[in-house]
């Protein structure tokens, strides 16, 4: 029996950002991450790790810098023409972080959630509107909303607009950057519910990329660590939460406050000193190297390489403790 094509495969995908002087932003820095068709791979790590820029990067939205993407198998272009977007439209999407200001606050509800099909299906006027109503329907929304302009709305409603524009078209892959981050902590569940349950119902599959660590594990199969632009460690999300392998994820998932109020006054507070150094001089060894309550003389010379764990082939650590 064949072994299934992943949906999608990054191989050494690499986004710098020139600077003046020959310089350049180290922003994502030869990942390699495969992601298998109905999953969903949860990308954590702090404010300024590339995991946006790694997501812009994969669905084309960035032009690669270096290395490839494939698509079920085949390559996507280094730098995607109009061509390219209206193809890849139809397969994969982006919600966005900010539902304040990924909306065009010149447009109605309407036109910002069937501009896409209305580019692409050559629905008429009629059909496009009803479309538009049910998708409104399906996110939680009432379709007479489709008048109303982004500034009438909480921000728990917009990034439901968001997610109605990105899922009309009905996308195989869905790059989600930070989807809850800018919401109330009561709306938040409320939308990776949405999430779940049209995952579930269309066959999605999903990158999640998110700061809360507890939200992460609940809603992936998978969960990857980049720290610097480089991943640190991937494997199935409880094993990561529950037992992480890298001293970065240790520490990150240490800093995660815990859900009971009491039992966070209790325990004993982690946090991980210093800031992440600059992503423009990145010179040898570990990146983690500096601020590692491990780091050896090897880790400051040697750069780590992301390998299977002998004991869980499932897991891949990038640390000089494992390999």
Known sequence: MSKAIPLVVSDKLTKFFPLPRGKKVHAVDGVDLTIHE?????????????????????????????GTVKYRGKALPQKYGPADFKRQAKTMQMIFQDPYSSLNPRMTVEEIVGEGLKLYSGQSSSDLRDTVASWLSRVGLEPDYMSRYPHEFSGGQRQRIG???????????????????????????????????????????????AHDLSMVRYISDRMAVMYLGALAEIGP???????????????????????????????????????????????????????????????????????????????????????
């Open 163 to 209: 997610i109605a524009r990105a899922l009309i078209l009905e996308p195989e892959f869905v790059v989600c950057d930070e989807p809850i981050s800018a919401l109330d902590v009561s709306v938040q569940a409320q939308v990776v519910n949405l999430l779940e349950e049209l995952k579930q119902s269309m066959g999605l599959t999903l990158l999640f990329i």
């Open 237 to 323: 999300a409880h094993d990561v939460f529950f037992s992480p392998k890298h001293p970065y994820t240790e520490i990150l998932i240490a800093s995660n406050p815990e859900p009971d109020p009491e039992l966070e006054r209790k325990r004993l507070s982690t946090t991980i000193t210093g800031e992440i150094p600059s992503p423009v001089d990145i010179g040898a060894g570990c990146r983690f190297a500096g601020r590692c309550p491990h780091s050896m003389d090897r880790c400051r010379v040697e750069t780590p390489l992301l390998k299977p764990l002998a004991d869980q082939p499932d897991r891949y650590v990038a640390c000089h403790l494992y390999n």
């Open 38 to 66: 109905r999953e969903i791979v949860g990308l954590v790590g702090e404010s300024g790790s590339g995991k946006t820029t790694f997501g812009k990067t994969l669905i084309g939205l960035l032009p690669k810098t270096d």
